[in-house]
T-cell receptor, first 112, second 112 residues
Framework: QKEVEQDPGPLSVPEGAIVSLNCTYSNSAFQYFMWYRQYSRKGPELLMYTYSSGNKEDGRFTAQVDKSSKYISLFIRDSQPSDSATYLCAMSGSGANSKLTFGKGITLSVRP | DGGITQSPKYLFRKEGQNVTLSCEQNLNHDAMYWYRQDPGQGLRLIYYSQIVNDFQKGDIAEGYSVSREKKESFPLTVTSAQKNPTAFYLC???????????FGPGTRLTVT
């Protein structure tokens, strides 16, 4: 079982839709959870950073972490064509030897 | 403007030649990282450095070398020993090892 699994996609939705992106993980030591957005041929951009379980909201984006189920989600409300990108989940444990483990990413296309 | 710069954006080399990719940050971050991104494979860690004059191998270090002589700079050399060097290379930095990472714009290396 891979440490981090992400729905492979691609995903296509109409403008204005609510988008749900998900990742599951197997390592119970993960405590820090991130979502990155990557436009084509660009570096990933940090969207959301959360610690442990719970929800975090930032504008149209909500990150949700359920450590008991080892499941994280990113919700995008009122999706826009500018949200079309690849979304990567990433997570790490704590301590100097922890490393960031990434999902493979899912490509989202928002149709006007 | 604070951030991470990578140069060049595109790099072409002949097989058998070593090539060095530049990464500079002015965020005053202690930790720096090199990743490789291939289609369908997500990000894979090549090397990381937590402090000046110290660096550690990541998951796929074979055929690569790094140096960390200055806090701001973490160049990556792709040697002729790297069997499949054509890829998108991403540099990142973080305040400390377990913190969220910020990425540069990437260098696309093509070896023929």
């Amino acid at each position: 079982q891979k440490e981090v699994e992400q729905d492979p996609g691609p995903l296509s939705v109409p403008e204005g839709a609510i988008v749900s992106l998900n990742c599951t993980y197997s390592n119970s030591a993960f405590q820090y959870f991130m979502w990155y957005r990557q436009y084509s041929r660009k570096g990933p951009e940090l969207l959301m950073y959360t610690y442990s379980s719970g929800n975090k909201e930032d504008g149209r984006f909500t990150a949700q972490v359920d450590k008991s189920s080892k499941y994280i989600s990113l919700f995008i409300r009122d999706s826009q064509p500018s949200d079309s990108a690849t979304y990567l989940c990433a997570m790490s444990g704590s301590g100097a030897n922890s490393k960031l483990t990434f999902g493979k990413g899912i490509t989202l296309s928002v149709r006007p | 403007d604070g951030g991470i710069t990578q140069s060049p954006k595109y790099l072409f080399r002949k097989e058998g030649q070593n090539v060095t990719l530049s990464c500079e940050q002015n965020l005053n971050h202690d930790a720096m990282y090199w990743y490789r991104q291939d289609p369908g494979q997500g990000l894979r860690l090549i090397y990381y450095s937590q402090i000046v004059n110290d660096f550690q191998k990541g998951d796929i270090a074979e055929g690569y070398s790094v140096s960390r002589e200055k806090k701001e700079s973490f160049p990556l050399t792709v040697t002729s020993a790297q069997k499949n060097p054509t890829a998108f290379y991403l540099c990142a930095s973080s305040i400390a090892r377990e913190d969220e990472q910020y990425f540069g714009p990437g260098t696309r290396l093509t070896v023929t």
